[in-house]
């Protein structure tokens, strides 16, 4: 099975430290929107950028584009699969799916997700994040999509037991002004949104922002436009031969945060285990072998 395509945000990620300040200039201008900030002529996107058009022209050569043309027929190409419903994307799958059985091709995709997903994680911004979610003084408020939601709520069940403060928001976005109206400077606020990024999941992001809270934003290889508002974000690869999205590397990405958590708060957590086992021996929840 052939490697995933790299995303331009991906390349310019791992070229970053090479590019001129100019260049690295040219890079920020184009996150913002990204990828439809870089579809604009070649003199728009440098004067957005305030710099000049060869600069331009030069990042796009160490990007690995003969051209401008062939870069922007490749944001193209990104924005088409940011947006495809799963319709699309089951057709696209089916015209090339190889004989093989499902499960070895659904394997290699998802296997390939984790690599390339943790190749690109910078251990410093993972222990960053993992830091601001162990910190006592700092509540966590933690919010997913319609899909994602269900990491939300897997991350919620586990955050909840290893520390105290944590609050899942519920899924009526009505009702979210009054989960902003509890969040305040140095709050935490974990958000799940993977393509077709939603508009509600952006104002919420937005007024949290305004007040102060830290962003930790779990998302897609493309990046959720809420990256913008991301004191950490984590680009997990999510494609599969399938009409779904997969979660699976970003998962993986979240049940290491937790355990991290977990070594760093385990004084407090521990405790907390042993009254929450006390708890469900009152309610006999689980089965009793002896």
């Known amino acids: 099975m052939s490697a995933p395509r790299r995303t331009i945000s991906e390349k310019i990620r791992d070229t970053f430290d090479t590019l001129t300040r100019a260049e690295r200039q040219l890079a920020d201008s184009l996150a913002e929107n990204y990828p439809v900030s870089g579809l604009a002529s070649?003199?728009?996107?440098?004067?957005?950028?305030?710099?000049?058009t060869p600069t331009v022209a030069r990042m796009v050569q160490k990007l690995g584009f003969k051209g401008y043309p062939e870069f922007q027929a490749a944001l193209r190409g990104e924005l088409k699969a940011q947006i495809s419903n799963p319709i699309a994307k089951h057709n696209n799958w089916a015209e090339n799916a190889p004989e093989t059985h499902i499960l070895n091709?659904?394997?290699?995709?998802?296997?390939?997700?984790?690599?390339?997903?943790?190749?690109?994680?910078?251990?410093?911004?993972?222990?960053?994040?993992?830091?601001?979610?162990?910190?006592?003084?700092?509540?966590?408020?933690?919010?997913?999509?319609?899909?994602?939601?269900?990491?939300?709520?897997?991350?919620?069940?586990?955050?909840?037991?290893?520390?105290?403060?944590?609050?899942?928001?519920?899924?009526?976005?009505?009702?979210?002004?009054?989960?902003?109206?509890?969040?305040?400077?140095?709050?935490?606020?974990?958000?799940?949104?993977?393509?077709?990024?939603?508009?509600?999941?952006?104002?919420?992001?937005?007024?949290?922002?305004?007040?102060?809270?830290?962003?930790?934003?779990?998302?897609d290889q493309w990046s959720s436009p809420i990256a913008k508002f991301a004191t950490h974000r984590f680009n997990c690869r999510i494609e599969v031969?399938?009409?779904?999205?997969?979660?699976?590397?970003?998962?993986?990405?979240?049940?290491?945060m937790i355990a991290c958590v977990q070594d760093c708060t385990w004084k407090t957590t521990s405790g907390r285990l042993e009254e929450l086992e006390s708890l469900f021996d009152r309610t006999k929840l689980f089965r009793k072998f002896i």
């Open 105 to 219: 091709r659904f394997a290699d995709a998802a296997i390939q997700n984790i690599r390339r997903t943790l190749g690109q994680i910078d251990p410093a911004e993972f222990d960053g994040a993992c830091a601001l979610l162990a910190d006592p003084k700092r509540p966590v408020h933690i919010v997913g999509g319609r899909i994602t939601r269900a990491l939300a709520d897997y991350m919620f069940t586990h955050m909840q037991v290893a520390r105290p403060d944590v609050t899942l928001i519920a899924a009526n976005a009505n009702a979210w002004p009054h989960y902003v109206l509890n969040m305040k400077a140095g709050d935490v606020f974990v958000i799940f949104d993977i393509r077709r990024y939603e508009h509600d999941l952006l104002r919420l992001a937005d007024m949290a922002k305004t007040r102060g809270v830290e962003i930790i934003l779990f998302t």
């Open 42 to 52: 070649i003199t728009a996107v440098a004067q957005n950028a305030n710099v000049s």
């Open 241 to 256: 031969p399938s009409a779904w999205d997969s979660s699976m590397a970003m998962m993986l990405i979240l049940e290491t």
